[in-house]
């Protein structure tokens, strides 16, 4: 039996593809349902040729004919309940796959892990990113933010948390992330299964440009800030300051 998912023949009676796993069973059950449909109409007819007293070489005959006519069209249905679950299929296939925003946030540590500056700049400074493109600014990977020599990066996983019309919240919450200097000096790396980071993003010129981009992109665990402790303390005590 041919699986709708992946093409593979199985062997008849088969509930699930040898090949792909995929569940198989409802389409031999429509072949099944199909066969004993055509048994009782036959039955039926050949009771009924019977009781007009037709010789059964004649009864034989017409049943024959009848199974002709029918055969294509048990086989058009069968087709089509195969196209149908092969629609589902991809439809699910195709709304499967990750949004919009998850897909940005991809990007960017992927474009931090081959150090891509363009690529990292589409999805931080759009501005500065249409001045590379044209020629006009000529961007440093340091400058940027770039910071270590190299980067490892490894199994990223991601969950759209909410996306409401320019803004999205994506959790990364899974893979490993760490930079290298030359020398040989580590970031520590961050095992995102243990320290989820939830990255905020806006749409602008149908671009997702990914907020406080320099503190999402560090390679370790971001710092925690305690109840009552001010995000950015040294900011806080110098506002105070009259001089």
Same mark, same amino acid.
């Given at each position: ?7 593979? *023949? ?29 048994? =009782? ?30 055969? !294509? =069209? ?52 759009? *501005? ?10 000529? !961007? *440093? ?103």
């Amino acid at each position: 039996m041919r699986c709708p998912y992946c093409g593979h *023949d199985n062997p008849e009676g088969r509930r699930y593809c040898e090949e792909c796993g995929e569940k198989i069973a409802r389409l031999e059950a429509e072949r099944a349902r199909a066969r004993r449909k055509a048994l =009782r109409e036959a039955a039926r007819m050949r009771l009924e040729l019977e009781k007009e007293g037709l010789e059964r070489e004649e009864i034989e005959r017409r049943l024959r004919r009848a199974r002709r006519r029918t055969a !294509p =069209r048990v086989g058009i249905l069968l087709a089509l309940a195969c196209l149908v679950v092969l629609a589902v299929v991809l439809a699910v296939v195709l709304s499967g796959g990750p949004s919009a925003p998850e897909k940005a946030v991809t990007e960017f540590f992927q474009s931090i892990k081959d150090r891509d500056v363009l690529a990292y700049l589409k999805h931080t400074d759009l *501005d500065l990113y249409k001045m590379a493109k044209q020629g006009e600014y000529q !961007p *440093d990977l340091y400058a940027v933010g770039i910071d270590y020599d190299h980067y490892r990066l490894e199994g990223l996983k991601t969950r759209l948390v909410k996306e409401e019309g320019d803004y999205a919240e994506v959790e990364v919450v899974g893979g490993y992330f760490e930079g290298f200097y030359d020398q040989g000096e580590s970031s520590g790396g961050v095992d995102f299964s243990q320290y989820p980071r939830l990255v905020t993003l806006v749409k602008v010129e149908n671009t997702w440009l990914v907020n406080d981009y320099n503190l999402m992109k560090l390679p370790y665990p971001l710092p925690e800030i305690l109840p009552g402790e001010e995000e950015f303390p040294e900011v806080e005590e110098g506002a105070g300051d009259t001089g």
